[in-house]
């Protein structure tokens, strides 16, 4: 499995752990992100990995900067994008099994490297459910699609 990874430049030590730490388990990664620590614009590194994504360059994505908000927000405006901010293995798992979330975002200052490598297992581990949460996907698609929900004013 191909993954990209993006990040900003408060979470450049991450980044490089999670990339070693996926890649001696066999994923290969695409580096996407800063690699230095000069102030860097999040939504950069957002947007490229959600754009490697819808254009199948890889199949899913890892975004880290201070907080996972600001990077998840820049991707989740790519259309086909269901980027989730987590800070924990629970929601991690969930949000694979029931959003089908493409991208895994988290904050290099919210969680440790610990936590933050049970948050990557979780999620590549877990599988969509599909089933009930597909029509729930599809409204979220709807919405992204259309700016409107049918049957909701
Ligand atoms: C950078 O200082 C910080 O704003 C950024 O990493 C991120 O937390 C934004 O959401």
Redesign the pocket.
């Known amino acids: 499995m191909k993954i990209g990874i993006g990040n900003?430049h408060?979470a450049v030590e991450m980044k490089n752990e999670i990339k070693k730490y996926l890649e001696d388990k066999g994923y290969e990664i695409v580096n996407y992100g800063t690699d230095s620590t000069a102030s860097f614009d999040?939504p950069v590194a957002g947007y490229k990995v959600a754009k490697a994504i819808v254009n199948g360059e890889v199949d899913c994505g890892i975004c880290i900067?201070?907080?996972g908000?600001?990077?998840s927000l820049a991707a989740n405006k790519v259309k086909g994008i269901r980027a989730a901010v987590v800070s924990e293995p629970y929601s991690a798992r969930l949000t694979k099994m029931h959003n089908n979330a493409n991208i895994i975002a988290f904050?290099a200052r919210v969680v440790g490297i610990e936590v933050a490598k049970n948050i990557v297992d979780e999620w590549l581990n877990a599988e969509y459910e599909g089933g009930r949460h597909q029509r729930r996907v599809d409204m979220i698609t709807e919405i992204e699609e259309t700016q409107s929900l049918k049957g909701v004013e």
Do not use: E, K, R
Request: include cysteine; charged fraction near 10%.
């Open positions: 900003d408060t999040y900067c201070g907080t908000i600001g990077i904050g």
